[in-house]
């Protein structure tokens, strides 16, 4: 007997759990496990319903093998540069909506607000004669302002954004169509810098392949610095073979584009500029205060609320971002149409940046996504309308298997939360 009248065999209530019985969580013991480590983190994952960025590659590699075999002509460079080109616009605005989204809110105003910038470029460039430089940031700074409106009512008001943004898709639809007047089309004149933005190209085959090299550079950069930091914090680390192989693997990607896009006419700025949109906005997501608080309000507004965040400031910023993003996206439509028009914005527009959101990887429930879905879901989009074209495929068959793919996102998305959720990873 002990002296507080217990047994030596008895545990008291406040001795700790011998540390055999706490078992480590295995994504800490994965490194040290070498590739079997890594094949059995795989599984854990899929189990659990953490399916990522899986499905769409796959989607994209079948996409590209189907419409090879059918037409012959779908991988050759002039196509595949034609494709980085028609994706810029969509996939800017799309970087808006991935926003959007991770708030688990929608915004239904982004073709509008689109046309309604292009509106402001053209009138105030080609009708009156203002800088054009000058004229751009006028249109960004409306497509800002817009966002603001739309947050305000949504964050500070209570307006659902559903509500907010849908009245907003058809009033700005009507001040674009005001803003225009009596002119139908302002065609582009040839040397504005909106032309450049989306039909110039980097002859040079240098320009492609040094940014190959600064793209795998800064990943192999990012992935070093992050392992030492892992170390610094006493957790496993990845073997140095693994960075140089992940490396690799990316150096491999950003050569062969590069090589296949000097091929045709060399590096288009459209995708330049597209690709700085992707890499500053996966930055301010991933590394900075600003987007963690974005995935906690997307995860659960009233938690984050108690936790000390400005709920209503980070929604009203990120409509005012995906406002922006709206409005430059706008400025790439009318260059790839040759002009502002009352009707820029309409049509499926909406519907395919939305589309391209979910199809890349974000829920559509908040929380959870990544800003690179903007990429692979218009990509997606772009490649079945692309493929279809060379096929003669009217329009219709593509709105149709769009809807489909769409509709498998969802489900795939649905169904990931719902086993994420048995396995207790919600």
């Known amino acids: ?83 980085a080109i028609y994706i810029a616009g969509p996939g800017i605005m799309a970087v808006g909506i991935v926003l959007v989204l991770l708030l688990g809110e929608i915004d239904l105003s982004v073709g509008s607000m689109a046309g309604l910038s292009a509106a402001i470029w053209g009138v105030l460039s080609v009708s009156h004669g203002v800088n054009d430089l000058l004229a751009i940031l006028l249109a960004l700074a409306a497509g800002a302002v817009v966002g603001t409106i739309h947050g305000f009512f949504f964050a500070r008001i209570g307006v659902p954004a559903f509500v907010v943004t849908l009245a907003g898709f058809l009033g700005w639809s009507g001040v674009q169509i005001w803003v225009m007047g009596e002119e139908g089309t302002l065609n582009i004149p040839r040397d504005s810098l909106v032309r450049d933005i989306y039909g110039f190209y980097f002859s040079d085959i240098s320009a492609a392949y040094s940014l190959a090299a600064v793209i795998t550079g800064g990943y192999v950069l990012a992935l070093w610095r992050h392992e030492r930091r892992r170390a610094g914090a006493g957790l496993p680390t990845r073997p140095r073979s693994e960075i140089l192989l992940r490396g690799g693997l990316v150096a491999a990607a950003a050569f062969i584009t590069a090589y296949t896009l000097n091929q045709h006419r060399g590096l288009p700025l459209a995708l330049v500029i597209f690709l700085a949109v992707l890499l500053l906005a996966d930055f301010m997501v991933r590394r900075t205060t600003y987007g963690r608080q974005i995935f906690a309000v997307g995860g659960n507004a009233e938690a984050a609320r108690r936790a000390g965040i400005n709920v209503e400031r980070v929604r009203l910023t990120v409509f005012t971002i995906a406002g922006t993003l709206a409005a430059f996206g706008g400025l790439f439509l009318a260059a790839q149409n040759g002009g502002a028009a009352k009707s820029l914005g309409s049509g499926n527009l909406l519907m395919n940046v939305i589309a391209a959101a979910v199809i890349g990887g974000t829920s559509l429930f908040g929380g959870r996504g990544w800003i690179w879905s903007a990429l692979l879901g218009t990509l997606v989009i772009q490649s079945i309308e692309t493929g279809l074209n060379l096929m003669n495929m009217s329009s219709e068959i593509s709105y149709m298997i769009t809807g489909a793919v769409l509709l498998i996102a969802v489900v795939l998305d649905s169904v ?4 994420q959720r048995t396995a207790g990873r919600t």
């Open 1 to 83: 007997m002990v002296s507080d009248g217990k047994t030596a065999t008895e545990p008291r209530q406040n001795d700790p759990a011998p540390a055999a019985d706490i078992a480590p969580d295995p994504r800490l013991l994965v490194r040290e496990k070498g590739l079997a480590g890594y094949l059995e983190d795989f599984r854990r994952r899929i189990r659990g319903g953490e399916l990522g960025s899986i499905p769409v590659v796959f989607g994209v590699i079948i996409i590209a093998i189907i419409f090879e075999v059918e037409t012959g002509t779908f991988l050759t460079p002039r196509n595949l540069s034609n494709i």
């Open 416 to 419: 990931s939360r719902r086993t």
